[in-house]
């Protein structure tokens, strides 16, 4: 399907929608220029609203898409509106340890004791798209200097979202650990992780514990890079978290 890339914007961007994209660099007036996007909601939400949920959920899905693929597009974020996200994420995470669950996570309802599929939906989901918009940042944009507080919010993050080795819930728990991992490769968070290994040493064995799960343990000479590719345990010394 062809999409009309004038029209899409750093709220409404779909994952689907991200390979029209076409490479360029932002021209002046475009959509970006001067035009900051409306303010994500603060964090929790007071009333119990399963649509505002999902819509807030999805509008850190876009943002993070937009992040890591609209790069040198007309349609990629400016300075200031990755600064304005980034300290939103940053002070609205949930940093409170009397939490039942969920400190240092992004999740949405004020009410953290939820069902196991309603804490992956709005407190994991969530959390994984905030930490990989933060890798990201952190990674590729000097700006992130000037968010206080980035780097302990980014540490808070991390150990939430692999408290659960990235499972979901009942049924559909490997489908869930996939598509977690998806969400993590767009903030190429595990390469963050590999190139960080003397500062998050628990997160390394979390990372291989992951792995171990997707690979099972019938294939035992290769390992998964999370891109899709396999790689042989005898071929040369790439990293196999890289993404």
Not at 6 to 13: A, H, R, V
Not at 26 to 38: I, R
Not at 56 to 73: I, P, Q
Not at 200 to 218: N, Q
Request: charged share 25%; hydrophobic share 40%.
């Amino acid at each position: 399907m062809i999409f009309i890339t004038e029209d899409l914007d750093f709220d409404n961007l779909t994952s689907d929608q991200v390979h029209h994209l076409v490479p360029k660099r932002p021209p002046p007036g475009s959509v970006f220029m001067g035009h900051p996007p409306p303010p994500q909601k603060s964090l929790p939400f007071i009333e119990y609203d399963l649509k505002a949920y999902q819509e807030a959920v999805r509008g850190f899905h876009h943002r993070l898409t937009l992040l890591r693929c609209a790069k040198d597009t007309r349609h990629s974020p400016t300075d200031a509106q990755i600064e304005v996200f980034t300290r939103y994420l940053v002070e609205n995470q949930r940093d409170n340890r009397e939490l039942h669950f969920g400190h240092g996570s992004w999740a949405i309802p004020e009410d953290t004791a939820m069902p196991g599929d309603a804490a992956v939906d709005f407190a994991f989901v969530p959390s994984y798209l905030a930490v990989a918009s933060l890798v990201l940042v952190k990674q590729r944009y000097p700006l992130a200097k000037n968010v206080k507080g980035l780097e302990a919010s980014l540490r808070r993050g991390l150990r939430f979202i692999f408290i659960k080795d990235l499972r979901g819930a009942g049924f559909d728990a490997n489908r869930e650990l996939l598509k977690a991992v998806e969400y993590l490769s767009l903030g190429m968070v595990f390469s963050f992780v590999a190139d960080n290994q003397k500062m998050y040493p628990r997160l390394v064995e979390k990372v291989r514990a992951v792995e171990s799960t997707i690979m099972g343990d019938t294939r035992p000479s290769t390992r998964l890079e999370f891109d899709g590719r396999v790689q042989s345990s005898e071929s040369p010394s790439t990293h196999p978290w890289r993404r």
